[in-house]
C-alpha cells in the first residue's frame, strides 16, 4: 500500500514568512511523528500525536512552531515568523501506535529553506 | 530525557571488509533500539532492531549486539559491499517514552 507522503518535497521562503508542512500517514496508523534533520546532524523529534490523546509537543524548540492533526489523518506542521536556523529537512513518520513495540515508517521529508 | 551518542561520524571501509557503528545511552529503561539506514536523499528505513530481553540478534549480513550492564550497543555489517553505503542511525526508547530518541549518524562508505 502507500507510505508516507509529505507536501512540498521543497520549500524555500523567506525569512518571516509563515510556512506549512503537510504529512499523510500510512492509513490506520494512530502515531504520527513529526522530526526535524539538520544538515549532517541526526533527527530530532519536534512532537507526536497518539489517536485522539492530546499531542506530546516537548520536542518543538519555540512557541513559532505548531503541529495540528484531524483524527488519525493528515497532520500539518506550521512554522511561523521563519527564521534561517529553521532551515532543515522535516520529516514526518507514522506507526500503528505510540511507543517501543511498533516500527516507525518515514516519509521522504520536506526541505525548507529560508533565505 | 535519554541522550544516545554514536561513534564513529564517518567510517570508511574496503568492499568485504566489516563495519562496526556503536552507540551509548544514558536511560537505562530504555527497552528497543531500533537502526535505520539513510541514502543520500532518501527516507530513513528501518534495517534491524533489537529489545532488552535478548543481546544479540542477526538478519544475514546485519547483526546487533546489545550491552544492558554499559548501556551500550552496537550495529556490524559484514561483508560489506557499495550498497551499504549510507548514513546509518541508531535509536533508543525507554518503555514510558512514546517518541525515539536518536544518535547523530554515522556516514558508511564502502569503498570499491
Known amino acids: 500500500g502507500a507510505g508516507v507522503s509529505q507536501s512540498p518535497s521543497n520549500k524555500v521562503t523567506e525569512k518571516g514568512k509563515d510556512v506549512e508542512l503537510r504529512c499523510d500517514p500510512i492509513?490506520?496508523?494512530?502515531?504520527l511523528y513529526w522530526y526535524r534533520q539538520r544538515l549532517g546532524q541526526g533527527l530530532e523529534f519536534l512532537i507526536y500525536f497518539q489517536g485522539n490523546s492530546a499531542p506530546d509537543k516537548s520536542g518543538l524548540p519555540s512557541d513559532r512552531f505548531s503541529a495540528e492533526r484531524t483524527g488519525e489523518s493528515v497532520s500539518t506542521l506550521t512554522i511561523q515568523r521563519t527564521q534561517q536556523e529553521d532551515s532543515a529537512v522535516y520529516l514526518c513518520?507514522?506507526?500503528?501506535?505510540?511507543?517501543?513495540?511498533?516500527?516507525?515508517?518515514f516519509g521522504p521529508g520536506t526541505r525548507l529553506t529560508v533565505t | 530525557g535519554e541522550n544516545v551518542e554514536q561513534h564513529p561520524s564517518t567510517l570508511s571501509v574496503q568492499e568485504g571488509d566489516s563495519a562496526v557503528i556503536k552507540c551509548t545511552y544514558s536511560?537505562?529503561?530504555?527497552?528497543?533500539f531500533p537502526w535505520y539506514k539513510q541514502e543520500l536523499g532518501k527516507r530513513p528505513q528501518l534495517i534491524i532492531d533489537i529489545r532488552s530481553n535478548v543481546g544479540e540478534k542477526k538478519d544475514q549480513r546485519i547483526a546487533v549486539t546489545l550491552n544492558k550492564t554499559a548501556k551500550h550497543f552496537s550495529l556490524h555489517i559484514t561483508e560489506t559491499q557499495p550498497e551499504d553505503s549510507a548514513v546509518y542511525f541508531c535509536a533508543a526508547i525507554s518503555g514510558s517514552a512514546r517518541q525515539l530518541t536518536f544518535g547523530s549518524g554515522t556516514q558508511l562508505t564502502v569503498l570499491p
Open positions: 513518520a507514522s506507526s500503528l501506535a505510540a511507543g517501543q513495540a511498533y516500527e516507525q515508517y
Open positions: 536511560d537505562s529503561a530504555s527497552n528497543y
Open positions: 492509513s490506520g496508523h494512530t502515531a
